[in-house]
């Protein structure tokens, strides 16, 4: 039987596996997203994300030391669902629009993982784990830095495809 959570300390621990689970799966997405994309500074910009989202995940394990705990996931069904469906978009495609559709899916990612990494931070400081609250908000920074990040190369890159037609 699933284990039940009534505790804030309880529900924390829960947020911080299911963010393992998370940081796990976009690990393995972000090598194949920046294999496709086709401008440089897209590729550059999966790749950096790939080496924060792999520090992200020690950061992680770092909390759960803290906690007396071990590293464990908890399968993220959300996360899933969106990577999925960025791949099911990936198939399908094609110039000029691959980047766009890239920077679209990821998007999705970002905003998913702001969402869960605020939530987090807000349990861990309620609960007075005042340093980890302070790493859950540096990786939430990661996280935004990122999202507009991809917001500015995807207008650039629209800029300079509208200015070439
Ligand atoms: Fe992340
Ligand atoms: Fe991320």
Request: proline share 2%.
């Amino acid at each position: 039987m699933a284990e039940k959570i009534k505790s804030l300390e309880q529900l924390f621990l829960h947020q911080l596996k299911d963010l393992y689970d998370v940081e796990s799966q976009i690990i393995k997405a972000l090598p194949k997203m920046a294999k496709k994309a086709s401008s440089s500074e897209l590729k550059k910009a999966f790749e950096i994300h790939l080496k924060e989202t792999e520090e992200q995940k020690k950061r992680l394990e770092e909390c759960f030391k803290e906690l007396g705990e071990k590293p464990s996931a908890a399968k993220c069904a959300g996360i899933r669902g969106i990577i999925e469906e960025g791949e099911e978009l990936m198939k399908k495609l094609e110039e000029p629009a691959m980047d766009a559709g890239l920077v679209a899916s990821a998007q999705r990612v970002e905003h998913y993982e702001m969402a869960a990494y605020g939530t987090a931070r807000t349990f861990a400081s309620q609960l007075g784990h005042e340093e980890m609250a302070d790493v859950l908000q540096e990786i939430l920074d990661q996280e935004s830095a990122t999202d507009e990040k991809l917001s500015q190369i995807a207008e650039q890159e629209l800029n300079q495809k509208a200015a070439a037609t």
